[in-house]
C-alpha cells in the first residue's frame, strides 16, 4: 500500500488483473437484484447516468430499460473499466445507445439538468467527498430528476457463526480501503443536505447461507492483506472459518444495501 491517505481512490485507478476478473464475477447483474434499482422508477426513452459504472455489467441492464429512445452515460476513473464497458455494451449491439467517459476526478461530464436519472451503486463510499458528489448529481439532474444511490455500512456487516469479533478485526485491517465505510446510515442526512426532495430510504438485507457472498469478504480480505495492518495467517483462518460454515450450512452472511432516492427540486 503505497499511501494510505489516498489508498480508498488509488485502489480503483490502478486494478490489477486477478482483481479486474474477480470484480466481473461480483457486479454481475442478475434479476434477483431487481429491488435494487426499482425506486429509481427507470422509464424507456429516459437519460440516465450510471456513476461508477466499472466493466458496465450494471450499465448493460440500464442500456436496456431506458430502450432505444433513450441514453446512458457511463462514468469511471479506470480506464481498464471503460475499455471493458465499451466493449460489453458494443458486443450486445447497445452501443449506440451508451457513452461511457473516463474521468479524472470526482464530477458528471454532463451540463446542467442533462439527465433524468442518476443511479450510483456502492460509490459513495469510496469518493472524496460525497457531498460534493451528490452536489453534482443535483446539477445534472433536470427538475424533477431522480438521484439513486445504493450503498454499503460496513458496521452493520455480519458473519455468522464467527461472531462480531474477527470482522472487526479484519474491517479495521481493511478500513484504509474506504473513505466513508458507513456511508449507508449517512445517506438521508446528506441528501438533504444537498437540497433533494423527496427524499426516500429502503434498506435491503438478503441472507446468504451458502457462500454466495463470501467474494465480498474475500474482498475486504484483499484490502486488509494490503494494508499490512494483520498477519497473513489470522486472515486466512478468518476467511477459513466462513468457508467452512457455509459448507457446514451454519452460514449467515447479512450486508444490509442502503436505497435512497431524490428528487431534483
Not at 447497445?94 to 461530464?109: E, K, N, S
Amino acid at each position: 500500500m503505497s499511501n494510505p491517505e489516498t489508498y480508498y481512490r488509488d485502489h480503483w485507478l490502478v486494478v490489477e488483473p486477478e482483481r479486474l476478473e474477480a470484480y466481473e464475477k461480483m457486479f454481475e447483474w442478475h434479476p434477483r437484484m431487481a429491488p435494487l434499482l426499482e425506486p429509481a422508477d427507470l422509464r424507456p426513452g429516459q437519460t440516465v447516468v450510471d456513476y461508477g459504472c466499472g466493466p458496465g455489467l450494471l450499465t448493460l441492464e440500464l442500456a436496456r430499460r431506458v430502450g432505444p429512445d433513450g441514453h446512458v452515460h457511463g462514468v469511471d476513473i479506470n480506464t481498464s473499466f471503460v475499455e471493458r464497458a465499451r466493449r460489453r455494451l458494443a458486443g450486445q449491439g447497445l452501443g449506440d445507445r451508451v457513452t461511457i467517459h473516463r474521468i479524472d476526478r470526482d464530477g458528471l461530464p454532463l451540463p446542467d439538468a442533462a439527465a433524468d436519472r442518476v443511479v450510483c451503486k456502492n460509490v459513495l463510499e469510496y469518493v472524496d467527498d460525497p457531498a460534493a458528489t451528490l452536489a453534482e448529481f443535483r446539477r445534472g439532474l433536470r427538475s424533477g430528476g431522480l438521484a439513486h444511490t445504493i450503498d454499503s455500512d460496513w458496521g452493520l456487516l455480519t458473519v455468522e457463526p464467527l461472531g462480531p469479533e474477527p470482522i472487526a478485526e479484519l474491517f479495521e485491517a481493511a478500513r484504509p480501503a474506504y473513505r466513508t465505510p458507513l456511508i449507508g446510515r449517512r445517506l438521508y442526512g446528506l441528501f438533504r443536505a444537498a437540497g433533494f426532495c423527496e427524499v426516500t430510504v429502503r434498506v435491503l438485507a438478503g441472507a446468504d447461507t451458502h457462500g454466495r457472498m463470501l467474494p465480498i469478504l474475500s474482498n475486504m480480505a484483499s484490502y486488509a492483506r494490503a494494508s499490512g495492518r494483520m498477519q497473513d495467517s489470522r486472515i486466512d483462518r478468518i476467511l477459513e472459518d466462513a468457508r467452512d460454515a457455509a459448507e457446514a450450512g451454519t452460514l449467515l452472511l447479512l450486508l444490509p444495501q442502503f436505497l435512497v432516492t431524490g428528487a431534483a427540486p
